[in-house]
Nanobody
């Protein structure tokens, strides 16, 4: 049974920092790429950052230079360090993994999300 559990969200002033964590279980964590998505009220869910099984990270232009994704395979945990937060970063942040189940099909798993609110 795959489980993703996010933590670390909260209320912070603009310019502040938060570190999100996502603890994974039920998967071969070290073999899977992991992602962080976010969804603001009234908007579609969007990709924030990704990290491959080998540790190569990518992030979207809107957070480039401010957010850093990392992973600790020994703890089955992926992190999102968020610095210089802006009010437009306010959203529910979700951890995501896509598992290949056959050569032609995959399954997406999501955590329940953690709320990040940035006040101006």
């Amino acid at each position: 049974q795959v489980q993703l559990v996010e933590s670390g969200g909260g209320l912070v002033q603009a310019g502040g920092s938060l570190r999100l964590s996502c603890a994974a279980s039920g998967i071969s964590f070290s073999r899977n790429a992991m992602d962080w998505y976010r969804q603001a009220p009234g908007k579609e869910r969007e990709l924030v950052a990704s990290i491959t099984s080998g540790g190569s990270a990518t992030d979207e232009d809107s957070v480039k230079g401010r957010f850093t994704i990392s992973r600790d395979n020994g703890k089955n945990t992926v992190y999102l360090q968020m610095n210089n937060l802006k009010p437009e970063d306010t959203a529910v942040y979700y951890c995501h993994v896509q598992i290949r189940v056959t050569s032609t099909s995959t399954v997406d798993y999501w955590g329940p999300g953690t709320q990040v609110t940035v006040s101006s």
